[in-house]
């Protein structure tokens, strides 16, 4: 019976001087069996220099894993084999970076760290430089890659405040300690996209929707550096796989309702508009539904933030383009954000203040008509305000001279508007600074039409006159009342007034 089984067990290799290429590929060999365009045991010329076997050993560690140096050895130079076996070069060194190393501790791992950098570095250099299609292979095992480097769930963010502050105020920016790989491999994805190797209908088939949505999860990272690099990068994917655009809108705007709605933080708010910023200018004319719906509840919402102020720049830049290209959408703007005025806070006053004159510098007669008395009814209130930056914001619009034709065409309708909140100033405001630019506006209305100036003036004298007339009476009938009540008994429920 023994002798029926002896012969079908495994015999134990006889070559033994190759007990050095076996001991580093015996583990992976199931998996490096799968590869089965990578079978060769040299990548080197015929006539080149023969490779060490150490190097192949050094290779194979608990760290990386046996099936990323089965065939080729991932750390030979794209100079050194020939363009046939480039690719199957360029599957080995992704297939090696796929390996995450942990930064905490700047002495772990340290020479594995070296081999992973400079395999990317030589993967940057070679997709920069080449010229010939990238395989199938080669797509899917750098999205894989791309994914195992890059997706990650961030840690709760433990700041006190949202966004960078509400109050403008700037905090310390956080660095990702892995950066000296991650910076390599956004780099990598970058000209990997930005390639003309890439066949666009291959690369939307593995760019799909779930790694568009997990790219944009990304922007939410405490690292600038990062977020600069997924702004580049999503801007590229956006102008080469045009399918994918209504995607990436509607993701990004979920983005934005969910930071708006519900959380009140995101870190990338500005990085996505300013990505946006672009998408708005190349939008063709007329606008479709679509855009015009992102600017009204998208958009316009962002104001209602208390971070405004982290990506105001951005987003006045996206609702200006907006205008520019329809004005018909310059009165749902306006109206927009009067309806999310911030009344109690000053420093967004500030900011929606002069976010208002640049749309009014893009904004014709038509449209400013419809909307002209309640802008200006709240403009006035500012003129007013006991806060001295809003008061001064609000009269530095009048040096602008888009707005001020805009204001000479329907003066009699802004003049009497405007007229009792300067005199106001003139009587009761504490600033120098205020003072004096109220007076020069007054001068300037003056000027403007000055028998509709001094009517102006003589009613608001007149309403004056009046409101003091009305308290007055309502001081004397008090005073009546008081000496009536102080006469009469005390009796039952009735109400009796205590003089103090």
Known sequence: MWKQFLPKLPKKSSASG???????????????????????????????????????????????????????????????????????????????????????????NSAEKDFKRQALIDLVDYV?????????????????????????????????????????????????????????????????????????????????????????????????????????????????????????????????YHFVFETDRHNGIAELLEVFGSVVSGFALPLKEEHKIFLLRVLIPLHKPKALGVYLQQLTYCVTQFVEKEPKLASSVILGLLRYWPITNSQKEVMFLSEIEEVLEATNMVEFQKFMVPLFQRIAHCINSSHFQVAERALFMWNNDHIISLVAQNRQAIV??????????????????????????????????????????????????????????????????????????VTGNTAVLVSR
């Open 128 to 256: 920069d430089s080449a010229s010939s299609r990238f395989t199938e292979p080669m797509v899917v095992a750098c999205c894989r890659m791309f994914a195992i480097n890059l997706f990650r769930v961030f840690p709760p963010n433990c700041r006190s405040s949202s966004s960078g502050g509400g109050e403008g105020e700037e905090e310390e920016p956080m660095f990702d300690p892995a950066w000296p790989h991650l910076h390599l491999v956004y780099d990598l994805l970058l000209k990997f996209i930005g390639s003309s190797s890439l066949d666009t209908k291959l690369g939307k088939k593995y760019f799909d929707h779930t790694f568009i949505v997990k790219l944009l999860e990304l922007f939410d990272s405490e690292d600038p550096r990062e977020r600069d690099c997924l702004k580049t990068i999503l801007h590229r994917i956006y102008g080469k796989f045009m399918v994918h655009r209504p995607f990436i809108r509607k993701a990004v705007s979920n983005i934005f």
């Open 18 to 108: 190759k007990g050095d290429h076996a001991s580093g590929s015996s583990p992976g060999r199931n998996a490096a069996g799968n590869a089965s365009t990578i079978q060769r045991t040299s990548s080197c010329p015929s006539g080149g220099p023969a490779r060490p076997a150490s190097s192949v050993k050094r290779m194979s560690s608990a760290v990386f894993p046996s099936s990323v140096v089965a065939g080729i050895e991932p750390l030979v130079p794209f100079k050194d084999v020939p363009n046939g076996e480039k690719p199957n070069l360029f599957v080995s060194k992704v297939s090696l970076c796929c390996v995450v190393f942990d930064f905490s501790d700047p002495n772990k």
């Open 416 to 489: 009497p508007i405007v007229t009792p909140a300067l005199e106001a100033n003139i009587q009761n405001h504490w600033n120098v600074s205020v003072l004096n630019l109220t007076a020069n506006v007054k001068k300037m209305l003056s000027e403007m039409d000055e028998e509709l100036f001094s009517t102006c003036l003589a009613n608001h004298k007149e309403d004056r006159e009046r409101q003091a007339s009305l308290q007055e009476k309502r001081r004397l009938a008090w005073e009546r009342l008081e000496s009536a009540a102080a006469f009469q008994p």
